[in-house]
């Protein structure tokens, strides 16, 4: 029997353990921070990293590759551990995740520049004015407007 004296495991030691989960931030490029498994990254930056066109069509004719690299690398790392990879690689960020079963959160930057007031003199018709309010009730997200 355990009465309110004894010792109790507190929650952090019998908590399970959580699932990865990233950070999806969504400027002109993505950044991909968060707690990332190795698995994912090697996964990105695998699908990312494109063969050089140039520098087989060199070795085809064997001309010179000095200075070519075999490779394009579509990502870089940073300095703090973050990925950042293109904004049109987000719906492949996103499966990537989904497949090695990785949470992720998306951050949306795209957005950052400060609100600027202006007046307009136009009178809308009703129909004008129902058009102008669905749209500004939409944002643009990762290529598909969405409520």
């Not at 990312?48 to 790392?77: C, I, K, Q, V």
């Not at 990785?102 to 136009?122: C, I, K, M, N, S």
């Amino acid at each position: 029997m355990v009465t309110d004296t004894q010792a109790r495991p507190t929650a952090a030691l019998t908590a399970p353990p959580t699932s990865p989960s990233a950070v999806l931030t969504v400027a002109a490029e993505i950044t991909i921070g968060g707690d990332v498994p190795l698995a994912l990254r090697r996964a990105i930056t695998a699908a990312l990293t494109l063969p050089n066109p140039l520098f087989r069509e060199a070795e085809e004719h064997g001309r010179s590759t000095a200075g070519m690299d075999p490779d394009l690398w579509y990502y870089r790392g940073t300095a703090a551990g973050v990925l950042v990879v293109p904004r049109g690689a987000g719906r492949l960020v996103r499966a990537l995740c989904q497949e090695h079963e990785v949470a992720y959160r998306v951050v949306d930057a795209t957005h950052a520049a400060p609100l600027v007031a202006f007046e307009e003199h136009v009178t809308l018709s009703p129909a004008q004015e129902r058009a102008v309010g669905d749209m500004l009730g939409y944002r643009y997200h990762w290529n598909r407007f969405v409520r």
